[in-house]
């Protein structure tokens, strides 16, 4: 069964602090993986979106890794600011339009 | 300005009555999609359109009814069979197979 688990479910970090989210999958075929930040009471918005082929990238303090033998997606986030409080989700691609699977997300709160 | 919006972003429904979601795009996509999002769950595929008059059912589509007149537009109907309507409804479009898909703000409905 294609399916993609996200964790820790919450995760709470003060200002200025670093913090790794992780994303682990079973989606077969496998294209792509996609990181997107919600905030609350708002559509997701794309922070990256990496290919079999790339095992990192990077969007301003947001980066993302990926092991596509382990099936295995990092987001680490450094020096965290209050508007990275949020929910993040790991998608995955198997090919086509109708087939992203979805992680249940990560939800952040960074606090003063 | 281009982007996809989704109206009204709150809406209250009587059970019993049907109620529509307006999902609109200016980014000339052809594939045009609905999703539900419950709390701690990941987002579920409702219906997806790949082109003008022609749609498909995702894995929820029990309940729910779309159209495709214009390429712009993606309305979603909530009908009175769908046993729990309420929910977080995400609309989303893409230009293409299996690239990045854009997100509306969301639509929160709530049964009364």
């Known amino acids: 069964k294609n399916q993609v688990e996200q964790s820790p479910q919450s995760l709470i970090i003060l200002e200025g602090k670093n913090c790794t989210l992780q994303c682990n999958y079973t989606v077969s075929p496998f294209s792509n993986l996609r990181w997107y930040k919600q905030d609350t009471g708002r559509g997701p918005v794309s922070l990256t979106i990496?290919?079999?082929?790339?095992n990192t990238k990077s969007n301003g303090r947001y980066t993302a890794t990926l092991d596509a033998d382990t099936k295995q997606s990092s987001l680490h986030i450094t020096a965290s600011q209050l508007s990275d409080s949020a929910s993040y989700i790991c998608v995955v691609s198997p090919g086509g339009y109708n087939k992203l699977i979805f992680g249940a997300g990560t939800r952040l709160a960074v606090h003063p | 300005d281009g982007g996809i919006t989704q109206s009204p972003k709150y809406l209250f429904r009587k059970e019993g009555q049907n109620v529509t979601l307006s999902c609109e795009q200016n980014?000339?996509?052809?594939?045009m999609y609905w999703y539900r999002q419950d709390p701690g769950q990941g987002l579920r595929l409702i219906y997806y359109s790949q082109i003008v008059n022609d749609f498909q059912k995702g894995d929820i589509a029990e309940g729910y009814s779309v159209s495709r007149e214009k390429k712009e537009s993606f309305p979603l109907t909530v009908t009175s069979a769908q046993k729990n309507p309420t929910a977080f409804y995400l609309c989303?479009?893409?230009?293409?197979?299996?690239?990045?898909?854009?997100f509306g703000q969301g639509t929160r409905l709530t049964v009364v």
């Open positions: 980014l000339n996509h052809d594939a």
């Open positions: 990496m290919t079999f082929s790339e």
């Open positions: 989303a479009s893409s230009g293409a197979p299996d690239t990045e898909a854009f």
